[in-house]
């Protein structure tokens, strides 16, 4: 039975949200493969532990009780073997970068342009909300087929679907603590449901090009589709994990670009630097902070920890990313660091499908932002509030520029 540190137990969820890096960094010195009381869970928290996991066979998926209670079964995060295989032939081919190469410019340019425009006579804005947030979402959700639904819908689904999937504290019964976040988990799928099921009403006989069209009818035997109950679970996973992802990962790259003002010149000055910067954004504030988990097959040792059968531990790639035995200053953002791989999409068959689509959004979405601002500088008046411990970015960035 391995022993949990005492200043373990006192860990609260209020503090991982708020700022998870403090609990974590004594985590990767102390105990890299830890059980935290609060999540019911050990943590992997060093990037040797982290990729350990992801990729042995000793692990399989398994999704969090919140977020499965948030999503439902089966979603793509947390299932294996033949459904896991499935899932992935159904999204997988839109996403592949030869594929993404096709359509990403004409899918995204012409929506960044568009709300760079609509802030560009201001002078001010707020770059999550009134930027960064919207392109991602517009991005995805006509991919998906959602062009109906407007950005402020998309955004208000992801945030919902995130303060419930997160809501990981349970007491010392394994009950969950607050039930009010499941509620807006809960609010959120009833309106997706209310407007996607005509649209899979229309698909299953009306096919066309969009995503879930696609994931209704590929690989299908003739005149057969997926079932809808089996598609909606991975579908929620798309409008929270993969909408929110590029969003967050544009700000924190812009955040820290705003931490280093050389390199901000230089990447506005080169725009070749931007996947560079993107790459550096998402290690030094991971979108997916801590958010995926993986159940043990059998009895195993990770990082000199025993971990029994049917244990859960929760991959924190996050924390992975500020690891010092792999980075120098993990905590400073540095485009020009050695480019040292990061784990911000995982790791293992469960590696995010979409690393490429995310990348792609992010450098046209910031290509158009600092080619029609290119005096973008930071509101010093605002502070910079990040949050989030399963997923994390900037909750604002007030920003400026002479007009």
């Known amino acids: 039975m391995t022993r949990t540190l005492e200043w373990i137990e006192t860990v609260t969820m209020a503090e991982l949200e708020r700022n998870p890096y403090p609990v974590y960094e004594?985590?990767?010195?102390?105990?890299?493969v830890a059980y935290v009381p609060v999540l019911d869970a050990f943590v992997a928290s060093t990037r040797e532990a982290c990729h350990a996991v992801a990729t042995s066979d000793d692990f399989e998926a398994i999704i969090t009780p919140a977020g499965g209670r948030t999503f439902g079964h089966p979603a793509i995060i947390g299932v294996n073997g033949a459904v896991h295989d499935d899932l992935r032939s159904m999204v997988e081919p839109a996403l592949q970068p030869s594929e993404v190469d096709r359509w990403i410019d004409?899918?995204?340019?012409?929506?960044?342009?568009?709300?760079?425009?609509?802030?560009?006579?201001?002078?001010?804005?707020?770059?999550?909300?009134?930027?960064?947030e919207p392109v991602s979402?517009?991005?995805?959700g006509d991919l998906l087929g959602l062009a109906s639904v407007s950005s402020d819908k998309l955004r208000e689904w992801f945030h919902k679907l995130s303060v419930s999937f997160t809501n990981a504290e349970v007491d010392t019964n394994g009950e969950f603590t607050n039930q009010e976040r499941f509620a807006a988990g809960d609010a959120a799928k009833a309106e997706i449901r209310?407007?996607?099921?005509?649209?899979?009403?229309?698909w299953v006989s009306h096919p066309d090009d969009s995503a879930i069209s696609h994931w209704l009818h590929d690989?299908?035997?003739?005149?057969?589709?997926?079932?809808r109950e089996y598609i909606y679970p991975t579908l929620y996973v798309f409008l929270l994990g993969a909408m929110q992802e590029p969003g967050h990962?544009?700000?924190?790259?812009?955040?820290?670009?705003?931490?280093?003002?050389?390199?901000?010149?230089?990447?506005?000055?080169?725009?070749s630097l931007l996947p560079r910067a993107i790459s550096e954004g998402m290690r030094w504030t991971s979108p997916i902070w801590s958010a995926t988990a993986r159940i043990a097959r059998r009895d195993t040792t990770?990082?000199?920890v025993e971990v029994r059968e049917g244990a859960v531990v929760i991959l924190s790639y996050g924390s992975a990313n500020h690891d010092t035995g792999t980075y120098d200053a993990p905590t400073e953002f540095d485009v020009t660091r050695p480019p040292v791989p990061?784990?911000?999409?995982?790791?293992?068959?469960?590696?995010?499908?979409?690393?490429?689509?995310?990348?792609?959004?992010?450098?046209?979405?910031?290509e158009e932002l600092f080619e029609t601002i290119p005096n973008l500088e930071r509101d010093t008046n605002s502070e910079v509030e990040f949050w989030g411990w399963g997923f994390r970015g900037p909750t604002a960035l007030q920003v400026k520029w002479e007009v």
């Open 342 to 366: 990061h784990l911000a999409f995982g790791a293992g068959n469960h590696a995010c499908a979409g690393i490429y689509f995310a990348n792609q959004v992010c450098r046209i979405g910031l």
């Open 26 to 32: 004594r985590l990767r010195a102390e105990a890299p």
């Open 194 to 202: 209310a407007i996607v099921d005509p649209l899979i009403d229309h």
């Open 249 to 271: 990962a544009m700000a924190s790259t812009i955040a820290g670009l705003f931490t280093q003002p050389d390199q901000l010149e230089a990447v506005i000055d080169e725009p």
């Open 137 to 140: 979402v517009r991005a995805l």
């Open 302 to 304: 990770v990082a000199g």
């Open 106 to 132: 004409g899918l995204v340019r012409p929506i960044a342009r568009r709300y760079v425009e609509a802030i560009e006579a201001g002078g001010s804005a707020d770059i999550v909300a009134q930027y960064c």
């Open 219 to 227: 690989g299908m035997p003739e005149g057969q589709t997926r079932d």
